[in-house]
Structures are given as C-alpha cells and as structure tokens.
C-alpha cells in the first residue's frame, strides 16, 4: 500500500487486516437445588457461565421431556423444569431415591457458530416409606413367647406324668 499526502512525499508499507471469529462456548450447568414432591419447579439460566463471543449468542428454544419431567428451554437462556411427581420412574425412587436428568443446550451466535452443553437436575424422592417402630406385642393367654411381631406358645414336652403339651403355633 503507498499514500502520498498533500505536498507529494509517498511513503509504502503492508496493511495486514485479520479477522478473528470468536466462537460461543457454552459451559455445562448443574442446579444446585433438587427437584422433589416438595419442590416440583426449578428456574435458572443456562447461559450465565457460558462465552457468548463478540456476536452474541441465543439459545435453541426448546420444550424437552425427561424422564422425571419437563423442561422449558427459552432463547435467552432461561428454563423452567417442571417435575411430574406421578410418573412411574419417579415413584420408583424411594426411600429418599436420588435420580438425575440430562439435557443437552445448543448456543449459537449471530454467524452460525455452536456449542453445545449439558443441564443436569437433581431428583429427589422425599416420599419415604411407613415405618412403624416401637411395636410392642402383648402375649394372650396361653402364650409364653413373643417377638416384635409374633408370640407363641412352648414347644410341646412331655410332662413327669408322661401328658403331652399342645404343640407350638404361631399366632
């Protein structure tokens, strides 16, 4: 490249001009909080943490079925998981059952460039259980023996007369 200015000396040199596209880069996310019959909705951001680049970034909107729920994905990265405490997986997590959701995101900024990540929710079953303690059986009458949960009689023996006692029944 040569320039010349106003009284006619010139001077040349390079002129190097170098475009660097910058790429979105989405981080994963995890929610702290647990999703349960106590708590059936979760919100957040996906797009908090992640590198939107010089272009910006969006989120591809989505609504996505789990298999404890679902989640509602906006463009702006914000998401709303709605946990379905009738579903049969869910049930099944008992006893404070812990279980977990993956859903894959995908960013993309103003050229086209992507990046994917993951969201993982934690799926709590609070739901414990009956458990009934301090069971205290009380013997009827004729009963020698008793556990938590049962009482018996003796083993049948023979007396010093030579009389056989009643066998042994569970009752």
Do not use: H
């Not at 789990?66 to 006893?95: E, I, R, W």
């Not at 990540?117 to 303690?133: E, P, R, Y």
């Amino acid at each position: 490249m040569s320039l010349v200015d106003s009284d006619g000396d010139s001077a040349s040199n390079t002129l190097s001009v170098q475009i660097v596209d910058d790429v979105p880069t989405a981080v994963s996310d995890v929610n702290l909080t647990a999703a349960s019959e106590n708590n059936l909705v979760l919100n957040g951001n996906v797009i908090t943490n992640d590198v939107q680049g010089a272009d910006g970034a969006a989120v591809t909107a989505a609504n996505l079925s789990g298999t404890y729920g679902s989640l509602v994905l906006n463009a702006n990265g914000t998401y709303t998981y709605t946990l379905n405490p009738n579903d049969g997986d869910f049930k099944a997590l008992t006893g404070g059952g812990v279980g977990s959701e993956v859903f894959t995101y995908t960013l993309t900024d103003a050229d086209g460039d992507v990046s994917t990540a993951t969201l993982t929710l934690t799926i709590k079953n609070d739901d414990d259980g009956v458990t009934i303690t301090n069971l205290t059986p009380r013997a009827r009458a004729g009963m020698r023996r008793c556990t938590k949960t049962t009482c018996w009689r003796p083993a049948a023996r023979t007396s010093r007369r030579g009389r056989t006692a009643a066998r042994s029944r569970p009752r």
